[in-house]
């Protein structure tokens, strides 16, 4: 009798526990929750300062080409540039970015600095940003890479298109750079020939004048300096298979290594390349596409790295 009132004392405390252990790890995890949301805001600032500390030693940097569709929100653009910073890049080359100077500061870390091309605005101002941690301004300029843009949808002619060229010394190795980002027309080869489309004879047209100015750069670039692009270039490498696109007015004339290549694992898989010159003391080592992002382009990391 006495030992079954001991169990009806002892009884409601065992129950009890499991509840306040169950309650605990309620509140433990909705912390955990809580505290996770500032994280994950900080996220673009960690992944920039991965990428700080993987070029501190000199020995190698990333350069990254991201296309932004027009009309993207911060969130989406500060996700998208979070992904590519994240990847190494220290210097990224955007394109389709118009009237948004507010809106991609805003979509940046801290420590980075974005290079917006100065006078009347363009289709496509292709700004550049960097981290100041890395990398060190010498000189910016802008350049009108094309006048008289076609658009064909719409039949009519668009407005002039500008870059900025950056020219970023690395803190570390002392190696500079000398970078610009550039946008090419649309529908400009033809599929069947893999030559220039006519029925766009305007669009052809532009991208030459581009590619000439492209070429005036890199030809004025200082010979201690290595001339990096990056562009959306609207043409896949397999199927220019002329001398009148990109393969024959700006990767083999300048002799730019590059992503724009075709073999049995990228065929047909993109339009968007990173460019460099290869007479440098780096080189690119390999190239790494991001493909989960809110815009509709992946975005292209290129590692560069010392030769030995």
Request: glycine letters at 8%.
């Amino acid at each position: 009798m006495v030992f079954g009132m001991f169990l009806l004392a002892v009884r409601p405390r065992v129950l009890v526990r499991p509840i306040l252990s169950a309650a605990a790890a309620l509140l433990l995890l909705a912390s955990v929750l809580l505290a996770g949301s500032p994280a994950q805001a900080r996220q673009p600032e960690r992944n920039a300062a991965a990428s700080s500390h993987a070029a501190a030693s000199g020995n190698r940097f990333a350069v990254a080409t991201l296309n932004l569709k027009k009309g993207m929100r911060v969130a989406g653009m500060r996700h998208d540039i979070s992904q590519v910073i994240g990847g190494g890049a220290s210097v990224v080359g955007f394109q389709e970015r118009l009237f948004s100077r507010p809106a991609l500061r805003a979509s940046l870390p801290k420590a980075w600095t974005l290079l917006m091309p100065s006078g009347p605005t363009g289709t496509d101002d292709n700004p550049i940003a960097f981290d100041k941690r890395v990398w060190k301004l010498q000189k910016t300029w802008s350049v009108l890479l094309t006048g008289t843009t076609w658009r064909r949808y719409s039949g009519r002619i668009a407005h002039d298109q500008y870059g900025v060229v950056a020219v970023l010394r690395n803190r570390a190795s002392g190696h500079t750079i000398r970078a610009v980002s550039f946008h090419l027309p649309n529908h400009l080869h033809n599929r069947r020939t893999g030559g220039p489309n006519y029925a766009n004879r305007r669009g052809v047209e532009a991208m030459w004048r581009m590619a000439g100015a492209i070429r005036s750069l890199k030809d004025d670039t200082r010979k201690a300096h290595q001339f990096v692009a990056m562009c959306d270039c609207n043409v896949t490498e397999n199927r220019d298979t002329g001398e009148n696109l990109v393969k024959g007015r700006i990767t083999k004339p300048l002799r730019l290594e590059t992503n724009y290549s075709a073999d049995d694992h990228r065929r047909g898989s993109g339009i968007d390349y990173v460019m460099a010159e290869r007479h440098s003391d780096f080189r690119i080592r390999s190239f790494r596409p991001y493909r989960h992002m809110v815009t509709d382009h992946p975005g292209i990391v290129a590692t560069f790295v010392r030769r030995r």
